[in-house]
Structures are given as structure tokens and as C-alpha cells.
């Protein structure tokens, strides 16, 4: 029997667990993920069955399950995604993860599209003086943008999401881009992380491509591998025999109800390279 090579983590919605607050992306990922572990291992002990699933070469924990998905119609709210890519995966595979990440929020929040999706590439962040010669972007790094945005418009033609977004994209980024693509952006994510102001010639270039500003305070590097192998050796009876876990993409889902802005479902989806030990 093969080994699975795979494992998807879900959080389930933090809003009506309760688990959602002010920390960072990465400490509210990885306390709603232990949550969820916690309360899938005691609902699981209590019922006597595995709170662990496999599905093909894929694990899934906790198991996956028939979400109970929005309680209103569709149109009744806005529904944010944003897909962080982790370091050290190609763009072929970037390709096949956007698409599988996208449909895990598709199914838990029940709906056939999102109102934005918004891309986080690895190793970057905002450069306030992006406009200086040594934040020049590499061709190589613009080739990589190129090569995953394809995705994105194929995405948005298929009517699954309705408008693009790009996370950390100064001027420089953005002039190097933006002729290469054939759906521009709708949205630029930027972290000010000194509380400085967002600077003028960003704001007048977004201004002039039409392209909404907007401020985060997301980690760069949102689930470092150390950090999960460290969750998973928390719950060493259902991990122990993980080894070489290596996080591919991490995907936070907001759906907000428009009329109200009160937000009804929020959760985090991650997947995982892994090698298990079945000796």
C-alpha cells in the first residue's frame, strides 16, 4: 500500500469557535489548528473512530466533513481569499495548488466563486523605496509572477473568482508586471509595517491603473516548516511517524456580510509535502 505523500489541514470557521483573534496570521493559524486537533481528537475518542481520514495520496486532518457552509444567499456577502505561496515550490506546481486550494474554500463555504482572490509570493515584502535601483525585480522573478498570474485570469474567465489581487507589489514590481498581463490586478495588499504612510508614488500609480490600495499585517513567511513539525509533535500519537514535512501554500478565507460587516465564516486551509514512517 502507498504512503500517503500529502496532508491538508483544515481550521474549520474560528469565528463560531471562537478562535480567531488580534495575533498575527501565523500564531491564529497555528492555535486554531491545535484547537481543531483537540476537539477532533475528543469528538473522535468519544465516538471511537479516527479523526484522521485518507483519500487517495492525500491525508486530511482532521477528516474532512459536510460543511454546513454561508446562511444566506450567496450575493449577501463578500468573500475574500488570500493564497500565501511557500518557498521552494516551482510555479508548475503553483499552478495546480492555486486551483486545489481555491476549491477547498469553494466547498467549505458551499458557493461556485469568491469576490477576490489575493496572491502572496514567498521571499517578498514591501519596500517603501521600491523605486531605488537595488529593488530592481530580477527577470527571473518576474517570469515567476508572469507564470502564476496566468493562473489567476484563467481563474477569473472561468467565473470562479471575480477580481485579482497582488500582496507586496510597490511600483517597480507592478510597472515590471502589469504589461505582461491581460486582467490587471484589482487590488495591491501592502504591509506597512512602520505605521508609515503608503507612499505618493504608489498611491498616484495605483490611482492611474485603477488598482485599490489596501494594508495587512501578514506574516511574510506565514508557516515556517519548523514551526508545523513542532505543532505535529504536540500530537505525537496522530503524527508520530511524520518525517520531512514540508508546507507547500497556506489559504485564509474571509466571507463578510455585506449589509451588516459582520464576518459569518473565516478559516485557514494548509497543505503539506510528508513523508510517513510506517515502520
Known amino acids: 500500500m502507498t ?8 481550521t474549520g470557521n474560528i469565528i ?27 469528538r473522535a475518542t468519544s465516538e ?7 483519500k487517495g495520496d492525500t491525508l486530511y486532518a482532521p477528516s474532512t466533513e459536510e460543511p454546513d457552509g454561508l446562511s444566506e444567499e450567496r450575493m449577501e456577502y463578500d468573500i475574500t481569499v488570500k493564497l500565501f505561496y511557500l518557498p521552494g515550490v516551482s510555479v508548475p506546481k503553483r499552478k495546480d495548488h492555486t486551483r486545489e486550494a481555491l476549491q477547498h474554500v469553494l466547498r467549505e463555504l458551499r458557493v461556485p466563486s469568491i469576490d477576490l482572490l489575493i496572491i502572496s509570493f514567498p521571499n517578498i515584502s514591501f ?11 530580477t527577470q527571473e522573478e518576474v517570469d515567476e509572477w508572469v507564470g502564476t498570474y496566468q493562473t489567476l485570469e484563467t481563474l477569473q474567465l472561468e467565473g470562479q473568482i471575480k477580481r485579482i489581487g497582488l500582496s507586496e507589489f510597490g511600483v517597480a514590481r507592478l510597472m515590471k508586471l502589469l504589461p505582461k498581463t491581460n486582467i490587471k490586478p484589482s487590488v495591491d495588499q501592502i504591509n ?19 488598482i485599490e490600495l ?4 501578514d506574516c511574510t513567511n506565514i508557516l515556517p ?17 511524520f518525517k520531512n514535512v514540508d508546507p507547500q501554500w497556506v489559504v485564509k478565507y474571509t ?25
Not at 519596500?127 to 525585480?137: G, K, L, Q, R
Not at 506597512?192 to 485603477?210: G, M, N, S, T
Not at 516548516?225 to 511517524?241: D, M, T
Request: proline content about 4%; aromatic content about 6%; charged content about 25%.
Open 3 to 10: 504512503s500517503p505523500s500529502s496532508i491538508v489541514f483544515r
Open 127 to 137: 519596500d517603501a523605496e521600491d523605486h531605488s535601483p537595488d529593488t530592481e525585480p
Open 255 to 279: 466571507a463578510v456580510i455585506q449589509d451588516r460587516g459582520v464576518v459569518e465564516n473565516k478559516g485557514y486551509f494548509a497543505m503539506a509535502k510528508v513523508d510517513i514512517d510506517r515502520t
Open 48 to 54: 471511537q473512530s479516527s479523526w484522521i481520514e485518507t
Open 192 to 210: 506597512v509595517r512602520d505605521c508609515c504612510v503608503v507612499p505618493k508614488p504608489l498611491i498616484r500609480f495605483a490611482r492611474e491603473q485603477k
Open 225 to 241: 516548516s519548523s514551526a508545523l513539525q513542532s505543532l505535529l509533535q504536540e500530537n505525537h500519537l496522530a503524527f508520530g511517524g
Open 16 to 42: 463560531t469557535t471562537g478562535r480567531t483573534s488580534l495575533e498575527k496570521s501565523n500564531q491564529e493559524l497555528l492555535n486554531s489548528l491545535r484547537q481543531n486537533f483537540e476537539d477532533a481528537a475528543s
Open 214 to 217: 489596501l494594508t495587512h499585517n
